[in-house]
């Protein structure tokens, strides 16, 4: 099993490429997730290694799941395709993600990020992709950009060339920095879709705001007409997404286009069994301490079953 969906959080190092805006250290996620994960911004180097080695711990321990796709971050860009670092308030470089995916070539697989509005970005696809990209991440809020623009037919054109999937953050964003919520509609990758490029739509498509479920009828259309369309099952857990897991578990069609994924850092719990009706399922997952385990075994006792022939022979 391969989880398709992991954060590599990185501080800037000086040379590993990576960037955090001053807001963005002092804000109160990242408050959260420093002292969660007792790490501390004064000592870049030593917190990224600490991050890494606990990850490693955690997936060495898992019995379900044997690989993590490491997410990289890519900035913000204006209309001529440049970097514009004022508006980018994270950046987890792509050769930050490569080094670390090639660190551990038993545990991890690198998910670049490249943002389809820079200028090189199709350069940024065939530079990284035989150095081992397993998938590209994007978020369209945060990173500014439509997914629907047709000025991006080249960057998914070289995609579908190097066969990389498109992992894509739908929905409503609120964890970073979100924008033009709009350019979150999943049906906005259809051009990605119509190109031949395997699409993942991150937790499960679901909006983010509790049990209002904007998109559930374009994931149920991409799904029946597009088999090159996935979701994962990453973050769903959630207060904010726990709905759109239910509904998805009564909706069998939809279960053979889940990839698995947690969106670790970020919790996995396990009161969806209970929510299910599910006592001693609920009772086990409470006995799981590993994360990735429980939230394997919670799709398990959903009943959703999920696609493990994407990125198989990755592992
Ligand atoms: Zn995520």
Sequence with gaps: MIDV????AALPDGDNGCHISKEMVHGALFRFLFWKLGISVDEAKKSNERYVEKLVKLLRESKHVRKAVLL??????????????????????????????????????AGISVNPKRKDAVDEINRCAPQGAALVKVLPNSQDFDPANKKYLSFYKAM?????????HVGYEFSLWGKDQSVGDPARVRMALDEGVTVIAAHGASYGLFFYEKYWNTLLELTRKYPNFYWDASALTLQNRVGMLLKIRNHPELHSRMVFGTDYPLPCYAYPALLAGKLSGYIELLRTSNPFDRHHRLLEILGIRGNSELLKDKL
């Design 72 to 109: 990289g971050m890519d900035g913000v860009y204006d209309d001529a395709g440049n970097l514009n670092k004022d508006a980018t308030h994270f950046i987890v470089s792509n050769d930050y993600v490569l080094q670390t995916a090639k660190k551990y070539p038993d545990l991890f697989l």
């Design 160 to 168: 579908a060339k190097h066969k990389l999937p498109l992992l894509s």
């Design 5 to 8: 969906h992991v954060h590599l």
